[in-house]
C-alpha cells in the first residue's frame, strides 16, 4: 500500500473517532452511505497527494 494512502487513511480514522459528533443522528441508508464513501475516498487521494506535495517540497535528508 502506498505509504501516503496509509497516512491519510490514519489522519480520517483519527478525525472521524475524535469528532464522532460528525456522524451523530445521521441515517445511513445506500446513498448516504454511498456519499460517505465518496467524502472519504476524495479526503484520502487529496490528502495523500498533499503529503507527497509536501515531501517533494522538503526532502528529508
Known amino acids: 500500500m502506498d ?6 487513511e490514519e489522519m480520517l480514522s ?3 473517532t475524535s469528532q464522532h ?3 451523530k ?3 445511513f441508508h445506500e446513498e448516504s452511505g454511498a456519499n460517505v ?3 472519504c475516498i476524495g ?3 487529496h490528502y495523500a497527494e ?3 506535495n509536501i ?7
Open 14 to 16: 483519527r478525525v472521524l
Open 37 to 39: 464513501a465518496r467524502f
Open 21 to 23: 459528533d460528525l456522524l
Open 55 to 61: 515531501e517533494a517540497a522538503y526532502p528529508s535528508k
Open 3 to 8: 505509504p501516503h494512502f496509509q497516512k491519510a
Open 50 to 52: 498533499e503529503l507527497r
Open 43 to 45: 479526503f484520502i487521494r
Open 25 to 27: 443522528g445521521s441515517s
